[in-house]
């Protein structure tokens, strides 16, 4: 049984050849989640920046 194997900037690649789409699919993925971590410590700090802050964090936390 005979595999391909493609190079891809110096480094072997056997079965697929990684191409640029592959790359960016994982990058987003990383970024997907780093802007949706960050929107709820943006949320959770504006909660409790507010003037009844502690009343709004409690009532957060409990619902």
Known sequence: MATDK????????????WGLGDAIGQVLASVAGIAVSSIA???????FA????RANGLTFTAG
């Open 6 to 17: 493609t190079f891809v900037w110096g480094f072997e690649c056997p079965d697929r050849a």
């Open 41 to 47: 410590v943006i949320t959770v700090y504006l909660i």
């Open 50 to 53: 507010m003037p009844r802050g």
